[in-house]
C-alpha cells in the first residue's frame, strides 16, 4: 500500500458545481494534513491544512478529516475554471522529518 | 514577506555535466526541501537540512547532494547528468515542528540534461 493516495483522474466537473478530491493514507499516527493546488508547470502552492477530524472550510474549500478511516478529503465549492489543477494531498509522517505527497488528481473544471 | 526563491530558473547541461540549484528560504525558517518533479509524475523527496544540517534523504543516488549554508539557504548539486534527470526541482522552506511543520515552496528550477 503507498503512504499516500490519490486518484490521478483527470476529474472533470461542470462550472458552479462541487469537486470532490480524495486522499487515502497508511499510517494511522499521522495527525498533520494538506492540501497542496498546482498548476501545469508551476510550483504546488498551500490551501489547506487540517488536523482535528471533521470539517475545516476556508472559502470555498473544505477539507474533511476522518482519522478512523485514514482519508482526507478536499471539496470545492461553486468550481471555477481556475481551479483547474492538480491538487497534492500531503501527510508529514512522524519519525522521519518528512513529508509524503500523493501523486495528485487532476481536476478540469468545465465551463 | 518574501517567498522562498530559487535560482536560476532554466537550466541546460549536457549529460555528464554537473549541476548547481540554490534556493533561499522564507526569513525565519530554518529548514530547507529539495524535491524532483518529473514531467507528469509526482514529487519526489530529495534531500531535507536543518540549520545546517542533513537531516534525512531520499531514495536517491550520492551523486544527488547538497548543503545549507549558515544563512539558512541551500545548494543542491547534482553530479554526473543523466537523462532522467531533467526534472523540476523545487525547495520548500518549512516553520513550525511536528505536526504543525508547513513547508512553502519556491518557483523550481527546471532543469534540462540534452
Known amino acids: 500500500q503507498k503512504e499516500v493516495e490519490q486518484n490521478s483522474g483527470p476529474l472533470s466537473v461542470p462550472e458552479g458545481a462541487i469537486a470532490s478530491l480524495n486522499c487515502t493514507y497508511s499510517d494511522r499516527v499521522s495527525q498533520s494534513f494538506f492540501w497542496y493546488r498546482q498548476y501545469s508547470g508551476k510550483s504546488p502552492e498551500l490551501i489547506m491544512s487540517i488536523y482535528s477530524n471533521g470539517d475545516k472550510e476556508d472559502g470555498r474549500f473544505t477539507a474533511q478529516l476522518n482519522k478512523a478511516s485514514q482519508y482526507v478529503s478536499l471539496l470545492i465549492r461553486d468550481s471555477q475554471p481556475s481551479d483547474s489543477a492538480t491538487y497534492l494531498c500531503a501527510v508529514p509522517r512522524r519519525g522521519y522529518q518528512k513529508v509524503t505527497f500523493g501523486t495528485g488528481t487532476k481536476l478540469q473544471v468545465i465551463p | ?114
Request: with cysteine; proline share 5%; charged share 15%.
Open chain 2, 1 to 114: 514577506e518574501a517567498g522562498v526563491t530559487q535560482s536560476p530558473t532554466h537550466l541546460i547541461k549536457t549529460r555528464g555535466q554537473q549541476a548547481t540549484l540554490r534556493c533561499s528560504p522564507i526569513s525565519g525558517h530554518t529548514s530547507v526541501y529539495w524535491y524532483q518533479q518529473a514531467l507528469g509524475l509526482g514529487l519526489q523527496f530529495l534531500l531535507w537540512y536543518d540549520e545546517g544540517e542533513e537531516r534525512n534523504r531520499g531514495n536517491f543516488p550520492p551523486r544527488f547532494s547538497g548543503r545549507q549554508f549558515p544563512n539558512y539557504s541551500s545548494e543542491l548539486n547534482v553530479n554526473a547528468l543523466e537523462l532522467e534527470d531533467s526534472a523540476l526541482y523545487l525547495c520548500a522552506s518549512s516553520f513550525g515542528t511536528g505536526d504543525q511543520e508547513t513547508q512553502y515552496f519556491g518557483p523550481g528550477t527546471r532543469l534540462l540534461v540534452l
